[in-house]
């Protein structure tokens, strides 16, 4: 048996100093504003986390995450925004009641796709299953028919291509460029305040850290192990019988339904939803703190995301113009020099070490008690 | 009523088989049979269509025409990972064995249990499975490496864990392609021996180029040239065929 516990030592370590810096050092030491940053960039590593599944474990690169992550965003955008648009609020409006950029584009009811958000179940069911249907209906064309890598990526691409301009033109329906702003209340709280946003940061900690649970769960089951088994091998994979394609949609839909939390999660926390994180750019931006992370690492993910936000936070401040380069020369130097991200740089110079030192202290501390129990006439065990 | 001579039930009726690529027949109007427990060795020169063939019964290659019956059920129309459940396994020339992994979960995968997307997320590694990848472990000589990554295995011990993979399989009739294919002399033997042990209960169809090793296990053996049957019969009357010497055997 080589793993019967659910974590192993470096990954229990991962986990609590994980937590620990997210749930206690973070909220101590950052005001408010700087918490919400974090939160911004941690709604990115719950799509980071789809992406170790589906691209590092599974081998199925996909440069159209940013679409999942923006469906879950405007599902929970939606729900704000019919909230916000109460007759009481809109009543300077030709039609009151609707969403002020539906009245913009005299558009005078309310369309009958956005009835089932006037409810937080249905919408938060909607955040769940409607990105994972589209995944699954696209993984279904695509894998079916054999089609991958490569190409895939490229499908993906032109899918979030398509998405945001879809949404650009569709205005009256979607906001358009502006997307969904001034989003309110949630059930009649107000998300904006202080308060708020710290609370809707520790739900969010607990959200990642129950998708991190899933995602090590899915990593132990033989499931993982044969996502690991089809990207190598996929033709083997398939004369064992297993239907490769199956277990590709299954990777690809939970990518997606992790994007979409992570979507849902960034309306809340910043209060608007928009096609800039839909498209081609925040795609496959989100595919590179996957990278700097280490694909192959559900912590390293997490940890790669919110380093290279900061990065982009810190140099975007400072040298605006800068940070494309800075972005694109981090990309191309993790996959030329460390192939393994961060994770990789962790595991094979600084987890060494540690190893090393705890085998010399429970070396040393054996021995020190071996002697002190011959000193005392005990028999040495 | 039955009467008079009823025809044989065989395991693999392969029938007018036929796979064209761009006009070129790799295999041309093919038919042969194989029954329940033989151990048949297709020989032939290079090119001549041996591995299509295997790849056609297993579903890597879809046939232009023709019929490939197993008990009774049709395979040309079938995907993949249906024909192995249907009970044919093939392992490939070339050592195909998920080099991630370790040899236990190399051979657990192969286990014929959870292959659907939920099955395997709910898949309990009990003693029966831990049994059994022992089991066959200890018959593929990787007993003491279970816990080793297959990178790190000679090409001789991969060739060895994809055999066990397909032996864990436990398919009626096995294909193997060019099994004894670069090993050393040693491992030849050790192969050998292996074969003898998992052909048994079970139909095996091989691809191999070794003569010693064919004449060791075939009960009857088919020639393949240019995509067609040259000669077929037991290795005595195969080596004496004229024409099976001119193009092959008098190399």
Redesign the interface.
């Known amino acids: ?2 793993n019967s516990r659910f974590f192993n030592r470096s990954e229990l370590l991962g986990f609590l100093s994980l937590l620990l810096l997210l749930a206690v050092i973070l909220p101590l030491f950052l005001d408010v504003f700087r918490l919400n940053l974090v939160a911004k960039y941690l709604t990115y590593a719950f799509v980071a986390l789809g992406l170790v599944m589906c691209w590092g474990y599974g081998g199925i690169l996909s440069l159209g995450q940013g679409v999942f992550f923006g469906l879950g965003g405007y599902c929970m955008a939606m729900f704000l925004k019919l909230e916000a648009s109460s007759v009481a609020n809109t009543k300077i409006q030709s039609t009151p009641g609707i969403p002020d950029f539906m009245d913009w584009n005299q558009i005078t009811s309310l369309p009958m796709f956005w009835k089932p958000f006037h409810s937080l179940t249905l919408t938060i069911i909607a955040i769940l299953v409607v990105p994972t249907l589209l995944a699954f209906i696209i993984g279904a064309a695509m894998f079916k028919r054999r089609v991958g890598g490569v190409y895939f990526a490229i499908i993906t691409q032109a899918i979030a291509a398509i998405a945001t301009i879809l949404i650009i033109g569709q205005q009256g329906y979607t906001g358009g460029i502006n997307g969904m702003t001034d989003l309110r209340t949630l059930n009649g709280w107000d998300i904006r305040t202080d308060h708020a946003k710290v609370i809707l940061y520790f739900f969010e900690v607990f959200v990642l850290f129950a998708c991190i649970i899933t995602a090590q769960f ?1 990593r132990l ?3 993982g ?2 996502l ?2 089809m ?3 996929e ?10 394609a ?2 590709k ?2 990777a690809f839909c939970a990518a997606a339904m992790f994007a979409a939390i992570g979507g849902a999660m960034f309306t809340l926390q910043i209060g608007f939803m928009s096609p800039s994180f839909v498209g081609i750019v925040p795609s496959i931006e989100m595919v590179i703190y996957t990278a700097v992370g280490g694909r192959m690492s559900i912590f390293g993910a997490v940890y790669g995301t919110l380093l290279v936000n900061y990065a982009k936070t810190m140099l975007s401040e400072s040298f605006p113009e800068l940070w494309l380069f800075g972005l694109g020369g981090l990309f191309i130097a993790v996959v030329l020099f460390f192939p393994n991200g961060l994770s990789g740089i962790w595991r094979d110079h600084v987890a060494r070490h540690i190893d090393r030192l705890i085998a010399m202290r429970s070396s040393k501390s054996k021995k020190a008690w071996a002697i002190k129990s011959a000193a005392d006439g005990a028999p040495a065990e | 009523m039955l009467i008079g001579h009823q025809p044989k039930e065989f395991l693999l009726a392969v029938e007018g088989l036929t796979v064209s690529f761009d006009g070129f027949k790799a295999v041309n109007d093919l038919s042969f049979y194989v029954e329940e427990n033989e151990i048949r060795v297709i020989i032939g020169p290079n090119g001549a269509g041996k591995t299509t063939v295997l790849d056609l019964i ?1 579903g ?1 290659t879809k046939a232009t025409s023709g019929s490939v019956q197993f008990r009774g059920t049709e395979l040309t129309k079938l ?3 249906q024909i ?2 249907a009970g044919v ?2 392992k ?1 020339q070339t050592p ?7 040899v ?3 051979l ?3 286990y ?1 249990r ?4 939920f099955g ?4 309990k ?1 009990d003693a029966a499975v831990r049994e059994r990848v022992e089991e066959v472990a200890e018959m593929i000589f990787l007993k003491d490496r279970l ?1 080793m990554y297959a990178d790190v295995l000679s090409h001789g011990q991969k060739q060895w864990l ?1 055999i066990g ?1 397909l032996l864990i ?1 436990d398919p009626d009739l096995l294909m193997l392609d060019e099994p004894v294919a670069g090993m050393s002399v040693s491992e030849r033997v050790k192969t050998a021996e292996l074969l003898n042990t998992i052909i048994k209960n079970r139909s095996v169809l091989v691809i191999e180029h070794d003569m010693k090793f064919v004449e060791d296990i075939a009960h009857k053996v088919t020639v393949l040239h240019q995509g067609q049957i040259l000669s077929e019969g037991t290795m005595e009357k195969v080596q004496n065929d004229p024409k099976v010497i001119e193009v092959y055997l008098g190399h």
């Open positions: 048996m080589i899915i089951t033989k499931l192990r044969i690991v088994a990207r190598e091998q033709d083997r994979v398939r004369f064992s019988g297993y239907s490769v199956n277990f949609i299954f | 297993c890597k995907k993949e990972n192995v459940q396994g093939r490939f195909s064995v998920y080099d991630d992994l370790t236990f979960e190399n657990e995968i192969s014929p959870g292959r659907s997307v395997s997320l709910m898949f590694r816990n994809e993979m399989q």
